[in-house]
């Protein structure tokens, strides 16, 4: 079955970017026409989806987030990441990788992320 | 943006007893795109439910979820031991961004 695991820093500094890797295991992504996702939660707060790709490429963002991200696929790695510019400390959260574009099954385990000089 | 409302924001239930959780969209859900997630500490999320009434694959009956237009509810007909939880609608019935609930957790009472 297919799994997901984020990986990256769990400590960014202020004004720098966030860069997470979500590496897919158990099948291709390139494979059932599925998009991957992005999504994080604030501390004590709820769920906020991110963006998502498709193995081609095509993107979808969340527009209060989209002038400072980019989301990527590299078909070889079977991988795809998220780069999150000019972060605050409202960027602290725990971020998920998952795939879907609309729901969301399976996610991967969350990775912490702070934002602290 | 659609607001997703949950309530209540934490319900204590012995094991065995029904839960129902609700959640209330600011506007309509087009098609009834409201899906249903588990979570439990330390582990990922777990669709439940899509489609605001279709069981992921894998999930047990006595979780089932109901409603259309701008209320739906999740009933997990007899708690078990391992349902005690933190439990998320999420609707993607329009343009993004595709939003969430707060959350509600099913505690032991």
């Known amino acids: 079955q297919v799994q997901l695991q984020e990986s990256g820093p769990g400590l960014v500094k202020p004004s720098q970017t966030l860069s997470l890797t979500c590496t897919v295991s158990?099948?291709?992504?390139?494979?059932?026409?599925?998009?991957w996702s992005w999504i994080r939660q604030h501390p004590g707060k709820g769920l906020e989806w991110i963006g998502c790709i498709s193995y081609s490429g095509s993107t979808y963002y969340n527009p209060s987030l989209k002038s400072r991200l980019t989301i990527s696929v590299d078909t070889s790695k079977n991988q795809f990441s998220l780069k999150l510019r000019s972060v605050t400390a409202a960027d602290t959260a725990v971020y998920y990788c998952?795939?879907?574009?609309?729901?969301?099954?399976?996610w991967g385990q969350g990775t912490m992320v702070t934002v602290s000089s | 943006e659609i607001v997703l409302t949950q309530s209540p924001g934490t319900l204590s239930l012995s094991p065995g007893e029904r839960a129902t959780v609700s959640c209330r969209a600011s506007?309509?859900?087009?098609?009834?795109?409201l899906a249903w997630y588990q979570r439990k500490p330390g582990q990922a999320p777990r669709l439940l439910i899509y489609?605001?009434?279709s069981r992921a694959t894998g999930i047990p009956d006595r979780f089932s979820g109901r409603g259309s237009g701008t209320d739906f509810t999740l009933t997990i007909s007899r708690l078990e031991p391992e349902d005690f939880a933190v439990y998320y609608c999420q609707q993607y019935g329009s343009s993004p961004p595709w939003t969430f609930g707060q959350g509600t957790k099913v505690e032991i009472k």
């Open positions: 506007q309509s859900v087009s098609s009834n795109y």
């Open positions: 158990g099948g291709s992504i390139s494979s059932g026409g599925y998009y």
């Open positions: 998952a795939r879907g574009r609309t729901y969301y099954a399976p």
């Open positions: 489609g605001a009434s």
